[in-house]
């Protein structure tokens, strides 16, 4: 090849992964070439499993959330059923236990639901257009209570029940407990679902890092002959696959931004649909607060680095068997 | 430097391939290392490079005794070391320039300190206008001499060759050799395992024979 008049030199090309370039500017070549390395299959398996993981707490993050909100409504307000009974007068008897509760310390509110309003509660399974004189029809006392209030339940139960004997006093916390554990049922899948996709992660990138090690065997030994240290090859290697695990990561949490970004748009196509309404129920708005995106991001940098962690140990476990 | 003591080795279950060996190479000193093939000269270059360890009997290398090694000390014994294998070991994506520049590099030494000292080995060497070529399209002597100067190109305290000279010509064969006794004269031992006797006859050297699994010494 006459290079005469040609200010590049010769050019050489190693593939796709690496273009052709100037021969005399590849003085440092890196040591492991990049090519070698499985990257593409590496980097989806990552992104998937960074996008699965962040799904996943996002998820919990919401429902959580939700029923931090739930919780924190429901626990601040107090129902009072009257029951009907005969020879007693239920407006008096709604009258006497609403005045009570309102004189109770802490208590913000008190709305005693009227007759029509109690069966209007009941049209949905007793249809409308009935008439309720018929039936014995409990009213309803609803008290809303200062969040953070700590109500003597007992000593107002007492003196309601003087005043109405077959008033009862409900302040939700059977239900509250019951939604208390259905959060931390989801939480709990949640974090199995993330500890599955970790260890999946971890197996993904071990098996990769072996084949990368299997593949450039014929480096690894020249560079124990020139007198590499274990140390000064397992970095040379990890550098590959901090990279790919970075791109990766990026990719998945990402896509999983994306996804919690657009959620609150796909929510407002399907609001007043019954499957809109029970998700809107359960997940509000389902839209992730900053927090929640500030968690997405550093758990991307901790599967980065799980991965990170994973890909070193088997580069040494491998340089020990290589030698 | 280097003192080996009743030194066996035998490759899994099958028999001894090295037995009973028991010598030293002094500092400063140059060796021939001969015998048939299949005799065990290459797997006494790997004992004394310390890619193998001895089934039995002591090795001592540069006063260390190398079954107490860690692999850190192992690899730091290796910088001492300069080694020409007969498959040359090139790294196929990396130039000529780049392979011999490796045993600096892996050191951490910046490309500056020590580009003009590559170069200059590398044209007297006579890879002087290949120093950009990859190693698959070098020749065999090409590659030879590209592995040799990876192997001096650090000034190593002992250098093994195995058969450095099995694809050369015999002028570049001379030159090699005189490349080797340079380097002995400025203060390396040198060990070349060969079955070359031309080679040998043009230098003057203590002879390492094996034969039979055994070592005999000839000043």
């Given at each position: 090849m006459n290079n005469a008049g040609?200010?590049?030199?010769v050019l050489v090309d190693l593939g796709r992964e690496r273009p052709q370039v100037p021969a005399r500017a590849r003085?440092?070549?890196?040591?492991?070439?990049?090519?070698?390395?499985?990257?593409r299959a590496l980097v989806a398996v990552v992104a998937i499993m960074t996008f699965l993981a962040s799904i996943t707490t996002g998820a919990v993050l919401l429902v959580s959330a939700s029923a931090t909100e739930w919780q924190s409504e429901v626990a601040s307000e107090i129902t009072i059923q009257v029951r009907p009974v005969a020879g007693r007068d239920i407006e008096r008897d709604v009258t006497a236990v609403a005045s009570a509760v309102r004189a109770e310390?802490?208590?913000l509110d008190v709305r005693p639901y009227t007759r029509e309003e109690s069966g209007k509660l009941l049209e949905p399974w007793l249809?409308?257009?009935?008439?309720?004189?018929d039936l014995p029809v409990p009213r309803m006392i609803v008290a809303r209570a200062a969040p953070g209030t700590r109500l003597d339940l007992e000593g107002l139960r007492s003196r309601v029940t003087q005043l109405a004997p077959s008033a009862s006093v409900d302040d939700h916390r059977a239900w509250i407990n019951r939604m208390r554990s259905m959060t931390n049922a989801t939480v709990f899948a949640g974090v199995g679902v993330l500890v599955l996709v970790i260890i999946a992660t971890i197996i993904s990138v071990s098996f990769a890092t072996r084949g990368a090690m299997a593949a450039n065997r014929p480096i690894v030994e020249v560079l124990h002959f020139v007198g590499a240290s274990d140390r000064y090859i397992a970095n040379r290697f990890l550098r590959h696959f901090l990279r790919l695990g970075f791109e990766g990561g990026t990719i998945g949490c990402v896509a999983a931004m994306m996804v919690f970004g657009f959620s609150e748009s796909i929510a407002t196509w399907f609001s007043g649909t019954p499957v809109g309404d029970q998700f809107a129920a359960l997940l509000g708005t389902f839209s992730l607060r900053p927090s929640g995106y500030l968690v997405l991001v550093v758990q991307t940098v901790l599967i980065a680095a799980i991965t990170a962690l994973a890909a070193r140990r088997t580069l040494f476990a491998t340089l020990d068997e290589i030698d | 430097m280097i003192r080996f003591e009743n030194v066996g080795l035998r490759y899994?279950?099958?028999?001894?391939?090295?037995?009973?060996l028991s010598f030293q190479v002094p500092a400063h000193s140059f060796q021939f290392l001969t015998g048939p093939s299949g005799a065990g000269k290459t797997s006494l270059l790997r004992l004394l490079f310390l890619s193998l360890r001895p089934t039995r009997g002591l090795v001592n290398l540069f006063g260390q005794d190398?079954?107490?090694?860690g692999k850190d000390e192992v690899a730091d014994l290796r910088k001492r070391i300069g080694i020409v294998l007969q498959?040359?070991?090139?790294?196929?994506?990396?130039?000529t320039y780049e392979n011999v520049a490796l045993p600096f590099r892996v050191t951490g030494r910046d490309e500056s300190t020590y580009r003009r000292e590559v170069i200059d080995l590398l044209k007297w060497v006579g890879l002087g206008e290949r120093m950009?070529?990859?190693?698959?399209?070098?020749s065999g002597g090409e590659k030879q001499r590209a592995a040799i100067a990876r192997a001096v190109i650090a000034r190593p305290q002992l250098l093994l060759a195995d058969?450095?000279?099995?694809?050369?010509d015999p002028t570049l064969g001379r030159r090699l050799l005189r490349l080797f006794i340079e380097l002995n004269k400025s203060g390396t031992a040198v060990i070349i395992a060969t079955h070359d006797i031309t080679l040998m006859d043009q230098y003057d050297a203590r002879r390492l024979v094996l034969h039979q699994g055994r070592l005999h010494v000839y000043e």
């Open positions: 040609n200010d590049h030199g003085n440092m070549s890196p040591i492991v070439p990049r090519a070698s390395i499985a990257g310390p802490g208590i249809g409308s257009g009935l008439s309720l004189d | 899994g279950l099958g028999p001894e391939i090295l037995r009973d190398v079954s107490l090694l498959d040359f070991r090139l790294l196929d994506h990396m130039t950009d070529a990859l190693p698959p399209v070098l058969e450095p000279t099995g694809n050369v």
